[in-house]
């Protein structure tokens, strides 16, 4: 078990962090790949993952700023230093905060550089500043925050050193009142950081019918079967093949969220390890 020794806050909150600090650290490795899961069951043993069909859970931004502090956490527990820190919208978006807040001296985060990838606008995870109480942490205003308010897109945009969308459109819109969604002056602010990549992928490299990592061809197994292949199976069928990558030479950690569009089914192996923590 490993406990830190960052104090807790005074009031109420300090009670809330208290009771829901700990947690355990999953790790499965798959050989290609590793894969790490932060567990506490009072914020994540849930039926779903970001609210009822009434709406959001109440405490979404603690769970959520603790997921985070906990993920970085976990990177000094396993002894990996990522060369890039890669968040996905306001979900993750505190870790970026915590890195200049939190752990500006730590020579483990040091050279550690981060990109936070924008999917949703929309979505900003806004919250009153008694939030920063919990997080144990205190920053100055951003001018894109209202009066009491915190509001977690923004500060993935504010301290990222790098952003970028899905799509350069979407970059040129967002930048935009009309579709800033309240935050296109600081993304105008930060334009020279922010890159739009379109979604996609290369046909030719990742297609199944010829790729050689593949034992058997997808288009030898479905022809075997006497099926049709639509063109644009291609693409679709290969989604899962980032598990089998070749390693590239910089390591990367990816902090990202699950929704009824993008999730997959994780289960953890007998070969899962696990520790307990306490922020």
């Known amino acids: 078990?490993?406990?830190?020794?960052?104090?807790?806050?005074?009031?109420?909150s300090a009670r809330t962090s208290y009771e829901k600090a700990s947690f355990s650290l999953w790790e499965h490795d798959a050989g290609s790949f590793r894969a790490c899961f932060v567990e506490n069951d009072a914020y994540f043993d849930r039926d779903f993952l970001y609210g009822t069909p009434a709406g959001d859970y109440p405490d979404n931004r603690e769970r959520f700023g603790f997921f985070s502090r906990a993920a970085l956490e976990s990177l000094k527990i396993l002894d990996f230093r990522p060369h890039i820190l890669h968040c996905h919208d306001w979900q993750s978006a505190m870790a970026l905060a915590?890195?200049?807040?939190?752990?500006?001296?730590?020579?483990?985060?040091?050279?550690?550089?981060?990109?936070?990838t924008i999917?949703?606008?929309?979505?900003?995870?806004?919250?009153?500043g008694n939030v920063f109480d919990y997080l144990q942490?205190?920053?100055?205003?951003?001018?894109?925050?209202?009066?009491?308010?915190?509001?977690?897109?923004?500060r993935g945009i504010y301290h990222a050193n790098l952003i970028n969308t899905v799509s350069p459109s979407y970059a040129r819109e967002i930048m935009t009142p009309e579709g800033g969604a309240g935050l296109d002056g600081l993304l105008r602010h930060r334009q020279r950081d922010l890159h739009g990549i379109l979604n996609g992928l290369?046909?030719?490299?990742?297609n199944p019918a010829t790729d050689p990592r593949l034992r058997t061809s997808?288009?030898?197994?479905?022809?075997?079967?006497?099926?049709?292949?639509p063109s644009s199976s291609v693409g679709r069928l290969n989604s899962t093949k980032i598990a089998t990558a070749e390693p590239r030479s910089s390591p990367a950690l990816k902090f990202s969220r699950l929704s009824e569009l993008s999730a997959a089914r994780c289960?953890?192996?007998?070969?899962a390890t696990g520790i307990s923590a306490t922020l």
């Open 1 to 12: 078990e490993a406990r830190g020794d960052h104090s807790s806050p005074a009031g109420r």
């Open 202 to 206: 290369d046909y030719d490299e990742w």
């Open 267 to 271: 289960r953890i192996g007998r070969d």
């Open 119 to 128: 999917h949703n606008l929309a979505h900003q995870g806004k919250s009153n």
């Open 137 to 154: 942490m205190y920053s100055h205003s951003l001018n894109e925050e209202g009066y009491g308010e915190v509001n977690f897109m923004a």
């Open 98 to 116: 915590y890195l200049q807040f939190i752990y500006p001296n730590d020579p483990f985060f040091r050279e550690v550089r981060s990109l936070f």
């Open 218 to 229: 997808d288009t030898a197994r479905r022809t075997a079967k006497g099926e049709t292949i």
